[in-house]
């Protein structure tokens, strides 16, 4: 019991294995909370208004403007600090979505079983079966192109693993005595998932959604690199890799970008990683 | 696209609709055959499924497909845009133009493509095989080294090489694909010059006959050793920067798999027998992890697949994943549902043979 | 025992690392060998969705089409302001409504048969039966068989362009039996378009040994050609490649040429490559809705103003890169009917604020849109419209951007749907009357729902220059036609871009057209 009343970040800090707290870990965890910190207030402390275009073009890394400038004439370092929000914000508003969506979904199917599962169950794998990339731009070129969109679009193709998942621990769950004697007590439905079932699905979920932050700010950037996410000039680190490629001798405009979400994702899985062999040692909801 | 989106828990293995006696005993192999037909009922049905989203999607999305493909000076002229409305029967009402596209879809006729002016079938049989080159060497280099690391990592674990393995693994999930594309070609090919430019053969080297449209294997069966060297060294970067992901995927979930083996009781069992470790190892440790990890290898194949559009892009590879991107952004419907349905066709293969794997070798009954 | 695992695993794994490493490692030295006159490699962004003559009209099927059939007349590779005889000489009468052309003697197509009167009617009237893509360029023009080696075209009105027409690569003359016995026929019905992308059937240097729409094309040179021109290299390759990869395969002597790359790309190239950049007769403009409708704020010719003297248009130029030059008009500079440079739009962002406040703009956010999946001739549209939204912003016109894939735009701004649109213009052929579309009323005018009745002196101008014959009196109406739409249109002209042709210090030859980019058979090797 005393374990549970420990603060989070030392609940973390504890669940990271001895052998990485140091050294991997403590720079894992100071990039971690620089990029947290500049999520909150990137926009603030750009040196640079990282929309303006007012200094020259393609200067190299030095002392004025820390990463160089891009084709337009923006300063690199501001744009990544103001670029954190957007892609870490949206990364996690992707997360939540789709664990919102794939746990009701999954909920109801394994609660209700039969034909409702059955049902929910072939559209999960209708999703699955779908190749992601069409689905995604279609779903963007049906929308149009901006950051909401491309999130839906990324919802729409990340669910499904949570419907599956939440379905599986619900199935379990339905046949333990509890959830039967709550249902023998005239639980309603309702109640019986609020009360019963919620609660046990709940952690491995959020525990799950946790390990996926990274790869959800993978698939976002992705589509911004395509052009199906993020609108100009709004900073997003995929769509400034993108305008870098055809400038890649100009090395600084598409590498600092690269390296922001690479560190980003890095982080946010190692966190992931932690929670997850703190929480579900045997990796259940792997 | 992005990145590969298979994430281990993707992974069927829990599926109720497989008989729940897998775990218990042996299954009769007429409730088995009865479930392979349930199965492939259902995965008819999901293949009209994808047509039929794929089908929706397009034609919501705003903007019209005649004059993309007429061209532009054509389509001020109303009478062939009505031509090719005509044509193509796009002058019909949807729910008939869908019903034309499943009738000539069961005699294998999977129409024109817009944007190509070819079958859609001829540009596929193209493009696939030029994907399938550098998924199926991706997925072997990663199978090879996930599963080694994996296994390692889990032997270890705890100690230093666990932790770095695990660390390489984690940087491997965690890289924009887009970028390292980028980034070694530029390295490795423009700055150090040691792989070779882009396309899939040297210009002037001649490809070799046609007979899987995969160069590598066809200049074998031809015996040209001099295409075969060409086209494998084309292969290797593209294979080099989608193998990353997959590494770190598979070491990762064949970690997992292997440590749960190992605390197994059996497996403790064997060990406390004072069996040899290579004989505990290859006989009862991999036997027992092959299936979830084959799982993961075949789903991630799968998503190989149609996550190679980045890739080819920047090594200029006519593959499945620019064809795919092409065909969508310029709403060439027929050629967006021909992919649609290839991969889905892959991708419920993959899974029905991994629900066959788990229901005929359930590796704890066989062990144990 | 208890650590032989490991270690064997640790052996699997290097050993792995290994043979991966292998296959990278085994491949320095494929290098193309640059002086030999066996090949040359030229890399492009294929733009193109065939290769059939009658049907095609993208700048890199022109340049395939240019190197496999021969038209009637052509532009020298040089001077490519005098239109030269090719399969035949020519004359006219004095209105300029009959022409008459006399095949050269002896000239063969690649089967080794003659061209003869048959072929040139055939491939004209398949251009326009077909309604194909490029077949409006031949309306109105109809063409009758003298004798065998006579054909004469005539005209209801006078066509002074006509011989410019003529040089275009969808008029290019097909081998007619060769063409007809593989399905091509002169309607609608013609079905000659898959064998003609899988084989040529031209009388130019080089044949068709190979095609792919999505990666490349190749061409061998062909034996029975008796031309003018002379062929260095026996096999043309062209390459379907990304521009930044295109730049990385030209300096490291993989390609020989490379056409695709941006204007901001060729500013510090390696040694062993040269660029030639020229201003392109691509023009890159705006265009803005004058429908109510569409938007309260731009159907104002305040507005217009307002953006024509917002944009700070050097600042255009400096992210365009090299060669581009800012457009003087709507016709580009170096074509009849081009306005002088003391033409070109400034900036006063004084005045364009003053008119912003008048049109009612301020507090209002209008839609730029653009298409975000091609670049034409040189210049990123992206690019383009993120500078053009900082420059509007400065003249209190707020404006967002709208990317969208060229196949999901092209629809609105057809339709004239766009409120403010960021497009381009590639020359159908190199002449002001191709311009005449811009007047309202007309296919562009309407792009923008600018009704005829809306401008009458300019609509009347219009009409006058299509049967105008005179040289200089065309130059002088069109300067009119010009300088008025440039002041009253819903059109700013932005700028041409530049057009980047990079290739390797050993290789000569390389001559930018507008039409059909570069001659491959004018390309030889440096001695």
């Not at chain 1, 990282?50 to 190299?60: F, R, T």
């Not at chain 2, 290839?342 to 359930?362: P, T």
């Not at chain 3, 010719?301 to 060669?323: H, M, N, Q, R, T």
């Not at chain 3, 301020?362 to 975000?372: E, H, M, Q, R, V």
Request: glycine share 8%; aromatic share 8%.
């Amino acid at each position: 019991m005393a374990e549970t009343r420990r603060s989070l970040p030392s609940r973390i800090w504890r669940a990271i294995p001895p052998g990485i707290r140091a050294p991997l870990g403590v720079v894992s965890a100071v990039i971690a909370l620089v990029w947290v910190v500049l999520c909150l207030i990137g926009p603030q402390i750009t040196p640079h208004d990282p929309l303006a275009q007012n200094l020259p073009l393609y200067q190299p890394p030095g002392v004025d403007t820390l990463l160089g400038t891009d084709e337009l004439g923006r300063d690199v370092f501001s744009r990544i600090l103001a670029g954190a929000q957007v892609t870490v914000g949206l990364a996690l508003l992707l997360v939540v979505m789709s664990m919102v969506v794939g746990s009701v979904l999954g909920v109801v199917a394994g609660f209700f079983g039969r034909w409702v599962d059955e049902a929910i169950m072939r559209f999960t794998d209708l999703v699955m079966a779908f190749p992601t990339v069409i689905l995604a731009m279609v779903t963007a070129a049906a929308l149009g192109a901006s950051l909401f969109n491309a999130v839906l679009a990324a919802l729409i193709v990340s669910w499904p693993p949570y419907a599956r998942v939440v379905r599986s621990m619900v199935l379990s769950l339905r046949h333990q005595e509890y959830v039967a004697s709550g249902r023998l007590l005239g639980f309603s439905p309702l109640k019986s998932i609020g009360v019963d079932i919620l609660p046990n699905v709940a952690g491995p979920t959020l525990v799950m959604a946790s390990a996926d932050i990274g790869t959800a700010a993978l698939l976002l950037s992705g589509l911004s690199f395509l052009g199906l996410g993020a609108k100009p000039p709004s900073p997003e680190w995929g769509a400034m890799v993108s305008s870098a490629v055809r400038h890649f001798d100009k090395w600084w405009m598409g590498v600092f970008p690269g390296l922001a979400i690479l560190t980003v994702v890095i982080c946010f899985n190692f966190l992931g990683d932690a929670l997850r062999d703190y929480f579900d040692p045997k990796g259940a909801t792997r | 696209m992005p990145q590969p989106s298979v994430s281990p828990a993707s992974g069927d293995n829990s599926d109720p609709a497989l008989p729940s006696a897998g775990r218990q005993g042996r299954r009769s192999h007429a409730a088995l055959l009865r479930y392979l037909g349930k199965r492939l009922v259902i995965s008819v049905f999901l293949l009209f499924g994808i047509t039929l989203v794929t089908f929706i999607l397009t034609n919501l999305v705003p903007g019209d497909p005649v004059a993309a493909a007429v061209g532009q000076r054509a389509a001020e002229d109303p009478a062939v845009v009505a031509a090719f409305r005509a044509k193509y029967g796009l002058d019909l009402p949807l729910p008939q133009q869908y019903a034309n596209y499943l009738a000539r879809l069961v005699q294998f006729d999977l129409g024109t493509s817009w944007q190509t002016h070819n079958p859609v079938a001829k540009d596929l049989s193209t493009a696939i095989p030029a994907t399938m080159e550098i998924a199926f060497a991706a997925i072997v280099c990663a199978a090879i080294i996930g599963v080694v690391f994996g296994a390692w990592s889990a032997y270890k674990r705890g100690k230093i090489t666990d932790q770095v393995l695990r660390m390489v693994s984690l940087v491997g999930i965690s890289v924009p694909t887009f970028w390292m594309a980028i980034v070694c070609f530029y390295v490795f090919y423009y700055r150090l010059g040691i792989a070779p430019g882009s396309g899939r053969l040297t210009p002037g080297v001649s490809a070799p006959p046609h007979v899987t449209g995969m160069y590598t294997v066809d200049a074998l069966l031809a015996g040209d050793l001099r295409a075969f060297v060409d086209a494998a060294a084309h292969l290797s970067l593209p294979t080099l920067v989608l193998t990353l992901y997959t590494i770190g995927l598979l070491t990762r979930f064949s970690r997992t798999s292997f440590l749960e083996v190992l605390d197994s009781v059996y497996v403790r069992a064997a060990k406390a027998k004072g069996l040899p470790g290579r004989t505990v190892f290859f006989k009862y440790v991999l036997r027992a992890a092959a299936i979830p990890i084959l799982t993961v290898v075949g789903l991630a194949f799968g998503s190989l697949l149609s996550g190679t559009v980045l890739v080819e892009s920047i090594f200029s590879w006519p593959g499945l994943g620019s064809y795919a991107y092409q065909s969508a952004s310029n709403l060439d419907l027929l050629a967006v549902m021909g992919v649609g349905l290839f991969v889905g066709v892959v991708y419920l293969s993959i899974n029905l043979a991994i629900d066959i794997a788990y229901g005929f070798i359930d590796p704890r009954v066989r062990v144990g | 025992m208890k650590h032989l695992l490991p270690k064997a695993m640790l052996f699997a794994a290097c050993t792995a690392l290994l043979l991966s490493g292998c296959g990278q490692s085994g491949t320095s030295g494929t290098q193309a060998a640059p002086a030999s006159t066996d090949q040359i490699v030229i890399d492009t962004t294929f733009d193109m969705k065939t290769i059939d003559p009658g049907r095609e009209f993208e700048p890199t099927a022109q340049m395939l089409v240019k190197a496999m059939y021969d038209n009637l007349l052509t532009y020298g590779d040089e001077d490519t302001s005098t239109v030269v005889p090719n399969l035949a000489t020519y004359t006219a009468n004095e209105e300029l409504t009959e022409f008459t052309f006399t095949l050269q003697e002896g000239r063969v197509f690649s089967d080794g048969s003659p061209v003869t009167a048959d072929d040139v009617v055939f491939s004209l009237t398949r251009l326009t039966g077909m309604k194909g893509n490029p077949s409006y360029l031949f309306d109105g023009v109809t063409v009758e068989k003298i004798d065998d080696m006579t054909v004469k075209l005539t005209t209801a009105a006078p066509h002074p362009a006509l011989p410019v027409v003529l040089t275009a690569p969808p008029l290019a003359i097909l081998n007619s039996k060769v063409v007809q016995a593989n399905g091509g026929t002169v309607d609608e019905n013609d079905a000659a378009e898959e064998w003609l992308n899988a084989n040529s059937a031209g009388s130019g240097p080089y044949i068709l040994e190979s095609f792919d729409v999505r990666s490349q094309a190749v061409l061998v040179k062909n034996p029975n050609y008796n031309g003018p021109q002379t062929p260095t290299f026996e096999k043309v390759i062209f390459r379907n490649v990304e521009p930044a990869t295109q730049k990385m395969n030209v300096e490291r002597g993989d390609s020989q040429v490379a056409l695709g790359l941006l204007g901001d790309m060729v500013s510090d190239l390696a040694d062993t490559v040269k660029v030639d950049s020229v201003p392109s007769a691509t023009t890159v403009f705006l265009i803005i809705n004058t429908d109510p409708a569409i938007s309260e704020v731009t159907a104002k010719p305040e507005f217009w103003k307002a953006v024509k003297s917002a944009i700070d248009y050097d600042g255009l130029l400096e992210v365009a890169g090299s060669g581009a030059i800012q457009s003087t008009g709507a016709v580009p500079a170096q074509f009849v009917g081009g306005l002088p440079e003391s033409s070109r739009l400034k900036r006063d962002l004084e005045a364009a604020k003053t008119a912003a406040a008048a049109a009612g703009a301020s507090g209002k956010t209008i839609t730029l849109s653009y298409a975000n999946d091609i670049d034409p001739t040189g210049v990123s549209l992206q690019t383009l419209a993120e500078r053009l939204q900082v420059q509007l912003a400065e003249a209190g016109i707020t404006v967002e951007l709208a990317p969208a894939p060229f196949a999901t735009e092209v629809d609105a701004y057809r339709d004239g749907k766009e409120q403010i649109g960021l497009w381009y213009w590639i020359p159908d052929y190199s002449e002001g009357n191709d311009y005449l579309p811009y007047s309202p009323g007309q296919w562009m005018g309407l792009r923008v729902n600018w009704q005829a009745g809306a401008n009458p002196a300019i609509e009347a101008l219009a009409a006058e220059l299509l049967t105008t014959s005179d040289p200089a009196q065309r130059q002088a109406k069109f300067e009119e036609w010009g300088n008025l739409l440039l002041a009253e249109g819903p059109y700013v002209p932005l700028l041409q871009p530049g057009s980047n042709v990079v290739y390797s210090t050993s290789i000569t030859g390389v001559y930018y057209s507008p039409t059909w980019i570069i001659n491959a058979a004018a390309l030889g090797v440096a001695s």
